[in-house]
T-cell receptor, first 115, second 112 residues
Framework: EPEVTQTPSHQVTQMGQEVILRCVPI?????FYWYRQILGQKVEFLVS????????KSEIFDDQFSVERPDGSNFTLKIRSTKLEDSAMYFC?????????????FGDGTRLSIL | RKEVEQDPGPFNVPEGATVAFNCTYS??????FFWYRQDCRKEPKLLMS???SGNEDGRFTAQLNRASQYISLLIRDSKLSDSATYLC?????????????FGKGTHLIIQP
């Protein structure tokens, strides 16, 4: 079964540094998403991306964050000037089309630890 | 008011028993509904979509009540492998490319 893959599985970064999280969505999917989950809390939506532009973003997704699809397969989340509170699991997801019943499939996440 | 609300549990249930979870959502414009399961420190995995008429997938039955903005999940003949956190998930406005809204989850522990 095709799956969403994420790298690295664990990223440790000094506060103030920039970090790039990488995702390879399922190959025929057109919609891509980033979510985060702070330890012990619920999964929170960050941003959705379609046709090389952001479709929707949450209040969390401020100027510190950016997304990019640099080639035909990768989808990246960049976090600039990282803060301690950015420590979380970051999940990438993808879905096939705009049908509201098309589920989003999640990668196994990148654990980001800010020191 | 929380957007998606669930009883956090934990629910401690003997193997073979039937267990039911409930969930309420606040946005009446929500169009699609899902149950995901999440194992400890793992990604959410789709368990099943929830349809207006109710739907069943093996031992799992999901129900939706739009008038009450209420979703349920029933697990019959529970297995040890069913131990996980069950996430009630709602699409905010309907239509793809929208971020999903997650509940905090209900923790289920199946005991031998």
């Amino acid at each position: 079964e095709p799956e969403v893959t994420q790298t690295p599985s664990h990223q440790v970064t000094q506060m103030g540094q920039e970090v790039i999280l990488r995702c390879v969505p399922i190959s025929n999917h057109l919609y891509f998403y980033w979510y985060r989950q702070i330890l012990g809390q619920k999964v929170e939506f960050l941003v959705s991306f379609y046709n090389n532009e952001i479709s929707e973003k949450s209040e969390i997704f401020d100027d510190q964050f950016s997304v990019e699809r640099p080639d035909g397969s990768n989808f990246t989340l960049k976090i600039r000037s990282t803060k301690l509170e950015d420590s979380a699991m970051y999940f990438c997801a993808s879905s096939y089309n705009r049908d509201s019943n098309q589920p989003q499939h999640f990668g196994d996440g990148t654990r980001l630890s800010i020191l | 008011r929380k957007e998606v609300e669930q009883d956090p549990g934990p629910f401690n249930v003997p193997e073979g028993a039937t267990v039911a979870f409930n969930c309420t959502y606040s946005n009446s414009a929500s169009q699609s509904f899902f149950w995901y399961r999440q194992d400890c420190r793992k990604e959410p995995k789709l368990l099943m979509s929830v349809y207006s008429s109710g739907n069943e997938d093996g031992r799992f039955t999901a129900q939706l009540n739009r008038a009450s903005q209420y979703i349920s999940l029933l697990i019959r003949d529970s297995k040890l492998s069913d131990s996980a956190t069950y996430l009630c998930v709602v699409n905010k406005e309907g239509g793809g490319a929208d971020g999903l809204t997650f509940g905090k989850g209900t923790h289920l522990i199946i005991q031998p």
